[in-house]
């Protein structure tokens, strides 16, 4: 498995190109904004880009979807949860004054236990709601994408619009199960690892 991750747009969200290097297929989790820069990421690996999924849907995390479809129409993955959020995003964007095209409502829903694959990885999909309904958190082995449940030192917010303080407890104690060697690229920030957080 080879990352590549590029940190785009005005929240400096960490959108991640993740190829199987045995097939050289590939799926971008969090295109968030910046396309042009995304589309870039995606020729410079020359890997098959297969499919685009959400952690969530804030607009810091889908802000670049629209403009890679344009090159590649491949499916958008999220939680069904969070279709509130992706249909309030555009209202987002406007509050904070940043320009923004909506995407369309998924095209594949996506549950708490289910596996998704490209090429020969396969991820667990594990439903962590708090900073948003249908947030979830991508994992394969000791390897977890998680979006705005855990930052280096942080955690996601849950002030905003459909958040949920007690969810995020939840969803919290659940993540602190993994292994303390799992390894956290987080939407925001560097990466951690769970036993770092723990500590």
Same mark, same amino acid.
């Given at each position: 498995?080879?990352?590549?991750?590029?940190?785009?747009?005005?929240?400096? *969200?960490?959108?991640?190109?993740?190829?199987?290097? %045995?097939?050289?297929?590939? +799926?971008?989790?969090? #295109? !968030?904004?910046? @396309?042009?820069?995304?589309?870039?990421?995606?020729?410079?690996?020359?890997?098959?880009?297969?499919?685009?999924?959400?952690?969530?849907?804030?607009?810091?995390?889908?802000?670049?979807?629209?403009?890679?479809?344009?090159?590649?129409?491949?499916?958008?993955?999220?939680?069904?949860?969070?279709?509130?959020?992706?249909?309030?995003?555009?209202?987002?964007?406007?509050?904070?004054?940043?320009?923004?095209?909506?995407?369309?409502?998924?095209?594949?829903?996506? *549950?708490?236990?289910?596996?998704?694959?490209?090429? %020969?990885?396969?991820?667990? +999909?594990?439903?962590? #709601? !708090?900073?948003? @309904?249908?947030?979830?958190?991508?994992?394969?082995?000791?390897?977890?994408?998680?979006?705005?449940?855990?930052?280096?030192?942080?955690?996601?917010?849950?002030?905003?619009?459909?958040?949920?303080?007690?969810?995020?407890?939840?969803?919290?104690?659940?993540?602190?199960?993994?292994?303390?060697?799992?390894?956290?690229?987080?939407?925001?920030?560097?990466?951690?690892?769970?036993?770092?957080?723990?500590?």
């Amino acid at each position: 498995m080879k990352v590549l991750s590029k940190t785009v747009g005005a929240f400096q *969200e960490n959108a991640y190109l993740v190829v199987d290097e %045995t097939t050289n297929e590939a +799926v971008f989790i969090d #295109p !968030g904004a910046e @396309p042009d820069a995304l589309i870039d990421l995606v020729r410079q690996s020359g890997a098959e880009l297969r499919a685009i999924w959400l952690t969530h849907a804030h607009l810091d995390h889908v802000g670049g979807i629209v403009g890679v479809r344009r090159v590649w129409k491949v499916p958008v993955h999220m939680h069904p949860a969070d279709r509130p959020v992706l249909e309030r995003a555009p209202v987002s964007a406007a509050m904070y004054g940043i320009p923004f095209e909506a995407p369309d409502a998924p095209d594949v829903l996506i *549950e708490d236990g289910q596996r998704l694959t490209v090429g %020969t990885l396969a991820f667990d +999909v594990i439903h962590t #709601p !708090g900073h948003a @309904p249908g947030h979830v958190v991508f994992r394969n082995g000791t390897m977890a994408f998680g979006g705005d449940l855990l930052f280096a030192g942080s955690i996601g917010r849950t002030d905003l619009p459909y958040a949920d303080p007690a969810a995020m407890e939840e969803s919290l104690e659940k993540i602190a199960q993994l292994d303390d060697a799992t390894v956290v690229h987080p939407g925001h920030g560097p990466v951690t690892t769970i036993g770092q957080e723990k500590a």
